[in-house]
């Protein structure tokens, strides 16, 4: 096989990766499969990851993408503002689904919407008390969550992993 070398599991530590790659190699011998491995493992981590974290969103009244909304505002440190355009880049999303989720949010009293002082055209979006003691609570929970998805890797292997993962997200140069 051309490329990095797969680890040749062993029967007691095989998964459905291994499985799907042993037919492919019967199948298509002439195919270097070991990106195919690791991203295949990582879709699958990720499903794994996915929902259980959708599980602690939906405890705390909120989809993923109001988390994140949430989140944003939150993490900027007070006044907890930012305008709409603000929030689309920071989240890398249309304007257009900005806008549904911030309907939604509002509508549950976790945001207000104000005239930006600034720029009289414009809004301001401001987690409100009760929008930031939800994404408190939530982001309490949803950081532990995580540590328990994770308890299981060893903490050079969790670093060596970041690293990795941050390497394939990182263009390089």
């Known amino acids: 096989m051309n490329g990095a070398p797969e680890e040749q599991a062993s029967d007691q530590s095989r998964d459905a990766i291994d499985v799907i790659l042993e037919q492919w190699r019967r199948e298509r011998p002439d195919l270097d499969l070991s990106a195919m491995a690791v991203f295949g ?64 949010l509002e509508a549950a009293g976790l945001v207000e919407r104000s005239l930006d002082p600034a720029d009289r055209r414009s809004f301001r979006i401001a987690l409100t008390e009760e929008g930031r003691r939800v994404i408190d609570t939530a982001l309490t929970e949803h950081a532990a969550n995580l540590a328990r998805l994770a308890a299981d ?21």
């Not at 890797?153 to 140069?173: H, K, Q, S, W």
């Open 41 to 104: 493992r990582i879709s699958m981590v990720a499903r794994v990851a996915e929902a259980a974290v959708e599980q602690v969103f939906a405890r705390h009244g909120l989809r993923q993408g109001e988390f994140d909304v949430l989140s944003a505002l939150r993490r900027g440190g007070p006044p907890y503002t930012l305008i709409p355009s603000e929030l689309s880049a920071t989240l890398m999303m249309s304007r257009a689904g900005m806008t549904n989720r911030l309907d939604r």
């Open 153 to 173: 890797l060893p903490p050079d292997d969790a670093t060596e992993l970041t690293r990795i993962l941050r390497g394939l997200l990182t263009p390089p140069g």
